[in-house]
């Protein structure tokens, strides 16, 4: 990966607005902001003008995700909490649920019987417990919450 050089806020014609680090190529690379005409804005890392790394992605409605992201979609570990409250910790992969994980609901519950352990899109395909991937979610989360504090 090629080192950021330069902080610069750029706004494009349509509107949307990014502030952050940009490499020789003209990329967004490194820590940055980009707040886009429809409501939406992630914070964090860029790689090669892609969301790569650890950030925070807010959606017009309230839903957002935190946690890590490759090749700009959610991918890793991390927390997808929807607008009405309800909650998946755990794995992704190419922007979905992919992997083991727990679900929350707005209540705070997570159902009866639990529902923890491999996820595919929105079907549980076996139950079981998975505290490892829970906990690398919620560190993930939690990682990518700080670093959205740094940047202010």
């Known amino acids: 990966m090629e080192p950021s050089v330069a902080r610069q806020k750029y706004i494009y014609p349509e509107g949307d607005v990014y502030d952050g680090f940009w490499n020789n190529e003209?990329?967004?690379?490194?820590?940055?902001i980009l707040s886009l005409t429809d409501g939406?804005?992630?914070?964090?890392?860029?790689?090669?003008?892609?969301?790569d790394g650890l950030?925070?992605?807010?959606?017009?409605d309230g839903s957002k995700y935190e946690g890590e992201f490759s090749n700009g979609k959610y991918?890793?570990?991390g927390i997808y909490t929807r607008c009405?409250?309800?909650?998946?910790?755990?794995?992704f992969n190419e922007g979905k649920v992919?992997?083991?994980?727990?679900?929350?609901?707005?209540?705070g519950g997570n159902g009866r019987p639990r529902n923890e352990g491999l996820f595919e899109g929105t079907k549980l395909l076996k139950r079981e417990k998975v505290p490892e991937a829970i906990e690398k979610?919620?560190?993930?989360?939690?990682?990518a919450k700080?670093?959205?504090l740094d940047m202010r």
Do not use: C, N, R, W
């Open 26 to 32: 003209g990329k967004k690379h490194g820590k940055g």
């Open 40 to 51: 939406s804005k992630y914070e964090g890392q860029f790689s090669d003008g892609l969301f």
């Open 55 to 60: 950030g925070v992605l807010i959606f017009p």
């Open 75 to 77: 991918s890793g570990y």
């Open 84 to 91: 009405d409250g309800m909650k998946f910790e755990g794995k």
């Open 98 to 107: 992919s992997g083991p994980g727990l679900i929350t609901f707005p209540d």
């Open 137 to 143: 979610a919620q560190k993930a989360g939690g990682k």
């Open 146 to 148: 700080k670093m959205k």
